[in-house]
């Protein structure tokens, strides 16, 4: 099998004493959507935010293509091509959806303009903006100029979507996209999931929303009290076995007696103890 | 379930424009407040003058306008660092305190016998400096805004009056550094150099506010700090360079302060510090920060001036004045509450 596009292996991270993230281990590779799902406190979010560089993990490596990395901030995680929509979604309210997009990667203009007045080329990012948006099929936002406090909460996600997707070019981690959402626009959002992985970027997607995973996902992460607990895929395993693994239920190798074979991915699954 | 999907995307959009909010009148004013947060001020500014001038016709007279300029210079332009300190969601209230620590040091120098540009440069860099020292206490340490600079406006209001040792300096023929105070006929208008600096800020401003990347970071940071930080917006060093680049403004008011007294005197600013966030609040710029132009501040400092002036050439006790200003800062942040709710 080729090179996964984000591997992280042994990560740790303690909040206090609070352990966050006890030695987990995530392989996610192009062209798949990776979801991962657990109890509230199971270390989701902190799982994110590490692999996203929000976060600095107190030991255990992250590889992007093969290659560690050490994320110090998220502009780190964006240059190496990690894009990641936020849970709160990270947009500024007051500024329009072109800003919005553009937010801590501005163009300037060409030329002296450009370089000594450090004049923004704004025409150009809007322009780009919209012709992105109308690229990924979002149809909900109409207006670029809009500030996105204006925006209802659909709309307000399809532009931190629209961001990720727009300029993530290897992996675009979303944290309970779909939380907020109605029927259609969850609809949206899981379309535009689809889409990035016929792109061949690696998707990796947090929900509690069990019909939504076992929908789009190649295969299921189990995160259980700051651990992987296994790695599912619906093929081998339904939601409802998903769930009683998530929430301590059953164990992995309770839910498939003799058929650890079908296991989705052998290097990477069950949580290891440090 | 794709059928399924489709079907309640054709039956929802068609319920969409049944429960689109109407655009009422109140609805499409919000809007345009929403927008241009410095259309009020601008439009009670105009509506003083009418009234003023109805009132009593010298008002208007190039002359006065040029008086009440001048005396908006200086408040004018602690604005403009004053400005982008609120954008961040802070306060400075020690901005008087930098700029009269700052204008003796000047004046004292000067008078001293020391070349006008050095002394100028001196004073400063102590500017920049000390309201470098307020940005790394809300930064590094994490202290609230409005205590670090409660703080820093007694330790520099201290220093100036130890400094100047009760004196005042009068610098007379001193050309460089009350250079700010020598009048620019421009047809009938008598403006300062002062006067025209101020301008030069808010044109400055005005553009790297609008026009930048540090601008749009300014914003986001003040509009929602965590957003802006994933978003991978260094918010740290925002938040510095807001103060930082205030207290440069806040050392070209000294400057121009020394110009209009010809001089520097420890109790020449006492109520700029306030006077400043007045004129910001009044401009239509939110104290909760992300919202507002720098361009309402100047009118903001501008409607300060008419009520004085003009009352007091109505003849009104010049205690009204300071009444109605009061309740302008009240009306205008009740405003702001408006503009900012957002039924979405």
């Known amino acids: ?274 | 379930m794709g059928t399924l999907m489709s079907q309640t995307v054709e039956a929802s959009s068609a319920t969409d424009d049944v429960l689109r909010p109407r655009n009422t009148p109140g609805r499409r004013l919000h809007g345009l407040l929403h927008r241009m947060p410095a259309l009020s001020p601008l439009v009670v500014l105009i509506i003083a003058c009418v009234i003023f001038t109805l009132a009593n016709p010298r008002f208007v007279r190039p002359q006065n306008l040029s008086i009440l300029l001048q005396q908006a210079a200086v408040v004018g332009s602690l604005a403009v660092g004053q400005t982008l300190v609120i954008l961040t969601a802070g306060i400075d209230l020690s901005v008087g305190a930098i700029m009269v620590l700052a204008c003796l040091v000047m004046g004292k120098l000067g008078a001293g016998g020391m070349p006008g540009p050095v002394a100028f440069l001196i004073g400063f860099f102590l500017s920049v400096l000390a309201a470098f020292l307020n940005g790394l206490l809300v930064t590094r340490i994490k202290l609230p805004p409005f205590i670090v600079t409660l703080g820093t406006l007694s330790i520099f209001t201290a220093l100036s009056l130890i400094y100047a040792q009760g004196q005042t300096i009068t610098l007379n023929g001193h050309s460089f550094l009350t250079w700010t105070g020598t009048t620019i006929q421009i047809g009938r208008f008598g403006l300062t150099v002062g006067v025209l600096l101020m301008l030069l800020l808010y044109v400055g401003f005005a553009y790297a506010l609008r026009q930048t990347a540090w601008g749009r970071h300014l914003y986001a940071t003040g509009n929602d700090p965590e957003a802006a930080r994933l978003a991978g917006v260094r918010t740290n060093r925002v938040l510095l360079s807001a103060y930082v680049v205030a207290g440069a403004v806040f050392g070209i008011a000294a400057w121009i302060l020394v110009g209009r007294i010809s001089g520097a005197d420890p109790n020449a600013g006492l109520n700029a510090n306030l006077e400043s966030i007045t004129a910001v609040v009044i401009g239509g710029t939110s104290l909760f920060g992300g919202r507002g132009a720098v361009v309402g501040s100047l009118i903001g400092a501008l409607i300060v001036q008419v009520f004085d002036n003009g009352l007091a050439l109505i003849g009104v006790d010049p205690n009204y004045q300071v009444l109605a200003v009061g309740v302008l800062v009240i009306i205008a942040v009740a405003a702001d509450q408006w503009i900012r709710s957002v039924k979405s």
Do not use: W
Request: with cysteine; hydrophobic share 45%.
């Open chain 1, 1 to 274: 099998m080729s090179t996964p596009v984000l591997q992280a292996r042994g990560l740790v991270k303690m909040f206090g004493h609070v352990v966050g993230l006890d030695g987990v281990d995530l392989t996610l590779h192009s062209g798949e959507v990776l979801a991962v799902i657990g109890d509230n406190g199971a270390g989701k979010s902190t799982l994110i935010k590490c692999l996203s560089g929000a976060m600095i993990p107190d030991a255990g490596s992250i590889l992007v293509d093969g290659s560690p990395v050490s994320f110090r901030s998220t502009q780190d995680a964006r240059a190496a091509g990690i894009e990641t929509v936020y849970q709160t979604l990270a947009v500024a309210p007051a500024l329009d959806i072109a800003s919005n997009l553009f937010l801590a990667r501005e163009q300037r203009r060409p030329g002296i303009l450009g370089s000594v007045f450090r004049m923004l080329d704004t025409g150009g990012m809007k322009k780009q903006a919209s012709e992105r948006i109308d690229e990924l099929g979002i149809t909900t936002l109409q207006n670029i100029n809009q500030a996105v406090e204006t925006l209802s909460g659909g709309q307000r996600q399809a532009v931190a979507v629209a961001r990720a997707a727009a300029f993530g070019s290897k992996v675009v981690i979303l944290d309970e996209p779909t939380a907020a959402l109605g029927v259609r626009e969850t609809g949206q959002v899981l379309t535009l999931v689809r889409d990035l992985r016929e792109r061949g970027l690696g998707v990796i997607l947090v929900s509690h929303n069990m019909p939504n995973v076992f929908e789009v996902a190649d295969r299921v992460h189990i995160q259980r009290l700051g651990r992987c607990v296994g790695v599912v895929t619906p093929q081998s395993h339904t939601a409802a076995e998903a769930v009683a693994i998530m929430t301590g239920a059953a164990r992995l190798a309770d839910t498939e007696p003799g058929d650890g074979a079908r296991q989705a991915d052998p290097t990477a699954d069950s949580g290891r103890s440090r």
